[in-house]
C-alpha cells in the first residue's frame, strides 16, 4: 500500500503539467486560523525549516507539498521517475546524482534541483510575491513543491492562508470571504482529508478550522484535529480533555504537538532538536498519551490516513478518468485535425454539406431534430396544411353579394334586356374569385424559401460540425446557397402566378365535373323555383297589396330585363298597377314644362328581389361556387407540383455543382481555409488534456491489487 501514495503524486504532476482540475486527487488539506501553528505542523513533518515563517499573515498563496520518501543509500541521487519507489532501488535507471540527503524541487522552475532549504524558503517567498504582491495581499494560484528525503514519509499536504478576520496592508476589504472560499475549494473536494489545526491555548469549542470543516464533512469521516502550541497553556490548565476527545470528539482523531517558539527559530533551533524537546515535555506533562502524539505519530497517522483514503478513493478516481478521457476525445474530434491537403479538405466540406443539406430535405439525415418540424417534413406541412387549410378556407363567393352579382349581369348585357342570364356575367365574377387565389400561393413559395434558408443553419449547428472551425468558408457557403435560392425565387413565383392566370385564361364550362354540377344543380333550382311559387300563390294577397313601394320603376312587365319573356304574376300585376298611378310629389321629382336631371333621382340601394332576380342569383352563385372549386382543387395541386420542381428539386440537384463552381479556386483555398482565432488553441488544450488523461489511466491501470492491502 506504500506505493498508492506516489501513484496520487505522479497524477497530480500529470495534471500540473496541463494546469488543470477536472480531478479530485485525494490530498491532506491544512486549515486553521492566521498564526495557529500550520506552517510549524508542516515543518516538523519534514524535519527541515523551509517555510516562511513569521507573525502576522506569512502564507498568502496555497503550497501543494508533495513529500516523496527515499531509502538512505540512494539518498544521494535522483531518477527520471521521483515518484517511483522502484527506481529508489534499481542503481541502473539512475541519470543523475545530487551531492545532498535531501532536496527539493518546484514545478514552475522545471527541472531545477533545491538542496539549500533556505533557497527553496526564498524561492517559496519570491513566488508569492511575484504573484499576490508584497504588501499581505493573497492569490488562490498553488505553488507547488516536492521534497525528498528519507527523513520522511509518503505525504500530499496542502498549506492553506489561515482564517483572518480584519484586513491589513494591501488586503481587500473581502478578505475573510476570500480566504473562506479558498479554503473551501480545496476541503469541498470529497477525496480530501482536513487537517484542523487549533491552538491549544484558545478555547476549542471557538476553533474556526474545526467550524469550517464540519460544514463540508458534518460526519467528520475525513477531518483530523491537530492541538498546536501544548507548551503555551496558561499555568495550571493542560489539554488533557482536549486529547482525549471529551470537548469535542473527532472521529480521526485528536493529535496534540508541540511546535518551535519564534525565538528558537530566530536562534537557528533544528527541527530535530525540538522534536526531540517535544517528546520530552510529553513525557513529563502528558506520560500516558506521550505515545499518541507528538510529531512523529502525526506523520504516520496522517501516512495510513492517506494511504486508506487513497485506496477507497481509487475505484471512483479510475472511473472519473475514463469518462473524462472518453469526453475530452469526443471533444477533440469535433474540433478535427490540423489541415494539411487544404483542396481536398475544401471539396470534402462542399461535398458534406451538400449532401447533409439534400439528406435534410429527403429526411434521412444523420441528426434528425425531435423538437420542431426542419427540412423536408417542414416543406411537407406547408403544403399540406399551412396551403392547404389556406385555400380551404376562402370563400368561393367571398367579397361577392347580390347587388355585385345582378350588377355584372346588368353590365354583361348591354343596352338590350337579356331573355337569359348572360354567360359573360359568369366569366367575370368567376375570374374575380379565382384571382383570390393567387395571393395564398405566392405565400406558398415564400414559406418554402424561407424554410430552404432554415435548413442552411440546422445543416451548420447539427449536421457539419466541421464548418464551425472555418468561420469564412461556412459564410461563403452561405452567401452561395442563399444566392441560388434567391435566383430561383422569382422564376417559381413566375410559374404560380403563370398557373392562376391559366386558369383565368380559359373558363372551361364543358369540364366534366362542371357539366355534371351544372346538371344537378338545374334540377335543383326548377324544383326549388316552383315550391317558392307555390308558397307565394298559397299566402294571402291583402298583405302584399298593402305594401306600395315593394317593386322598382324599372321592373314594369315586358319592359324590365328580367321580365323579357316571363307572364307577370298576379303579385307582380298589383306591384305594376301601384307603381303606374302618379307618384307622389317628391323634391326631385320633374315637374311640367321644366328639364329632367335623370341623374338626380334616386336609385333605392335595397329592395326586395324579385322571383327572377332571385333565380338568376342563384345560378351564377351556384356556377361560381363549383368552378371555383375546380379551380382551387387544381391549384392546391399544381402549385405544391410547381415549387417543388422549379425550387426544391432544382437547388438540390444543382447545390454541389454551384458551391464547387463558386468556392473550389486555388485563389480562395488559405482565406477559406482559416480556422477561427481560438479553434486551434482549444484543439491544443484539448489534445493536453487527452494526454494528461490517458497517462493518468494508464497509470492507475499499473496499480494492482496487492498493492491495496
Known amino acids: 500500500m506504500e506505493a498508492l501514495?506516489?501513484?496520487?503524486?505522479?497524477?497530480?504532476?500529470v495534471f500540473n503539467t496541463v494546469g488543470a482540475d477536472i480531478i479530485q486527487l485525494p490530498q491532506i488539506v491544512v486549515v486553521g486560523t492566521q498564526s495557529s501553528g500550520k506552517s510549524s505542523v508542516l515543518e516538523s513533518?519534514?524535519?527541515?525549516?523551509?517555510?516562511?515563517?513569521?507573525?502576522?499573515?506569512?502564507?498568502?498563496?496555497?503550497?501543494?507539498?508533495?513529500?516523496?520518501?527515499?531509502?538512505?543509500?540512494?539518498?544521494?541521487?535522483t531518477?527520471?521517475?521521483?515518484?517511483?519507489?522502484?527506481?529508489?532501488?534499481?542503481?541502473?535507471?539512475?541519470s543523475k546524482e545530487i551531492d545532498a540527503e535531501e532536496w527539493g524541487k518546484f514545478l514552475h522552475t522545471k527541472n531545477k534541483i533545491y538542496t539549500d532549504f533556505d533557497e527553496i524558503r526564498q524561492e517559496i517567498e519570491n513566488e508569492t510575491e511575484r504573484i499576490s504582491g508584497n504588501n499581505k495581499g493573497i492569490s488562490p494560484e498553488p505553488i507547488h513543491l516536492k521534497i525528498f528525503s528519507s527523513n520522511v514519509v509518503n505525504l500530499t499536504l496542502v498549506d492553506l492562508p489561515g482564517m483572518t478576520k480584519v484586513p491589513v496592508?494591501?488586503?481587500?476589504?473581502?478578505i475573510e470571504l476570500q480566504i473562506r472560499e479558498l479554503i473551501l475549494q480545496f476541503i469541498s473536494n470529497p477525496n480530501s482529508i482536513i487537517l484542523a489545526v487549533t491552538a491549544a491555548n484558545t478555547d476549542m469549542a471557538t476553533s474556526e478550522a474545526l467550524k469550517i470543516a464540519r460544514e463540508v464533512d458534518p460526519d467528520g469521516r475525513r477531518t483530523l484535529a491537530v492541538i498546536t502550541k501544548l507548551d503555551l497553556m496558561d499555568a495550571g490548565t493542560d489539554a488533557m480533555d482536549v486529547l482525549m476527545g471529551r470537548v469535542i470528539p473527532v472521529k480521526l482523531g485528536i493529535i496534540g504537538v508541540v511546535n518551535r517558539s519564534q525565538l528558537d527559530i530566530n536562534n537557528k533551533k533544528s527541527v530535530a532538536d525540538s522534536i526531540r524537546d517535544e517528546y520530552g515535555f510529553l513525557q513529563k506533562k502528558y506520560p500516558s498519551l506521550a505515545n499518541r502524539n507528538g510529531t512523529k505519530y502525526l506523520a504516520r497517522t496522517l501516512n495510513r490516513l492517506l494511504m486508506h483514503h487513497i485506496r477507497d478513493c481509487l475505484p471512483e478516481l479510475k472511473t472519473r478518468i475514463n469518462v473524462l478521457a472518453a469526453q475530452y476525445q469526443s471533444l477533440l474530434n469535433s474540433y478535427g485535425e490540423p489541415v494539411e491537403d487544404k483542396s481536398a479538405t475544401l471539396l470534402q466540406l462542399i461535398t458534406k454539406f451538400a449532401t447533409e443539406y439534400c439528406n435534410t430535405i429527403e429526411g434521412t439525415a444523420k441528426y434528425i431534430e425531435t423538437s420542431e418540424l426542419c427540412g423536408g417534413a417542414r416543406i411537407c406541412y406547408i403544403f399540406h396544411e399551412t396551403f392547404g387549410r389556406t385555400l380551404e378556407s376562402v370563400d368561393p363567393l367571398g367579397g361577392l353579394n347580390t347587388i355585385d352579382i345582378l350588377t355584372a349581369i346588368r353590365n354583361a348585357t348591354g343596352p338590350r334586356p337579356a331573355l337569359f342570364v348572360?354567360?359573360?356575367?359568369f366569366e367575370l365574377l368567376v375570374k374575380r374569385q379565382i384571382k383570390r387565389l393567387e395571393e395564398p400561393s405566392l405565400r406558398c413559395v415564400e414559406l418554402v424559401h424561407e424554410e430552404m434558408q432554415r435548413i442552411i443553419q440546422h445543416c451548420s449547428n447539427y449536421s457539419t460540425q466541421e464548418l464551425l472551425r472555418f468561420p469564412k468558408l461556412h459564410d461563403a457557403i452561405v452567401e452561395v446557397v442563399t444566392c441560388l435560392l434567391r435566383r430561383r425565387l422569382p422564376v417559381t413565383n413566375e410559374m404560380v402566378h403563370n398557373l392562376v392566370a391559366i386558369e383565368l385564361a380559359y373558363i372551361n364550362t364543358k369540364h366534366p365535373d362542371f357539366a355534371d354540377a351544372c346538371g344537378l344543380m338545374n334540377n335543383n333550382i326548377e324544383e326549388q323555383r316552383r315550391n317558392r311559387l307555390a308558397r307565394e300563390l298559397l299566402s294571402t294577397g291583402p298583405r302584399d297589396k298593402a305594401a306600395p313601394g315593394a317593386g322598382d320603376v324599372s321592373q314594369e312587365p315586358g319592359?324590365?330585363?328580367?321580365?323579357?319573356?316571363l307572364k307577370p304574376s298576379k303579385v307582380e300585376e298589383v306591384s305594376a298597377e301601384e307603381k303606374s298611378k302618379p307618384p307622389a310629389a317628391l323634391p326631385a321629382s320633374p315637374q311640367k314644362g321644366h328639364a329632367v336631371n335623370l341623374l338626380d333621382v334616386p336609385v333605392p340601394v335595397a329592395r326586395k328581389l324579385s322571383a327572377r332576380e332571385q333565380r338568376?342569383?342563384?345560378?351564377?352563385?351556384?356556377?361560381?361556387k363549383s368552378y371555383f372549386l375546380i379551380v382551387r382543387k387544381n391549384i392546391q395541386d399544381s402549385v405544391p407540383k410547381a415549387v417543388m420542381h422549379f425550387l426544391v428539386n432544382h437547388v438540390k440537384d444543382t447545390l454541389q455543382s454551384e458551391l464547387v463552381g463558386q468556392l473550389y479556386k486555388s485563389l480562395l483555398l488559405d482565406d477559406l481555409l482559416t480556422e477561427s482565432e481560438d479553434m486551434?488553441?482549444?484543439?491544443?488544450?484539448?489534445?493536453?488534456?487527452?494526454?494528461?488523461?490517458?497517462?493518468?489511466?494508464?497509470?492507475?491501470?499499473?496499480?494492482?491489487?496487492?498493492h491495496l492491502w
Open 422 to 425: 348572360p354567360e359573360v356575367s
Open 79 to 94: 531518477a527520471g521517475d521521483e515518484n517511483d519507489p522502484a527506481t529508489w532501488k534499481n542503481p541502473r535507471h539512475l
Open 45 to 77: 513533518l519534514v524535519g527541515r525549516d523551509l517555510l516562511p515563517r513569521g507573525t502576522g499573515v506569512v502564507t498568502r498563496r496555497p503550497l501543494i507539498l508533495q513529500l516523496v520518501h527515499v531509502s538512505p543509500e540512494d539518498g544521494r541521487k
Open 169 to 174: 496592508g494591501d488586503q481587500p476589504k473581502d
Open 616 to 624: 338568376d342569383c342563384e345560378v351564377i352563385e351556384r356556377l361560381i
Open 5 to 13: 501514495i506516489p501513484v496520487i503524486n505522479k497524477l497530480q504532476d
Open 680 to 706: 486551434a488553441q482549444r484543439r491544443k488544450e484539448a489534445a493536453d488534456m487527452l494526454k494528461a488523461l490517458q497517462r493518468a489511466s494508464q497509470i492507475i491501470a499499473e496499480i494492482r491489487e496487492t
Open 559 to 565: 319592359t324590365g330585363v328580367w321580365r323579357g319573356m
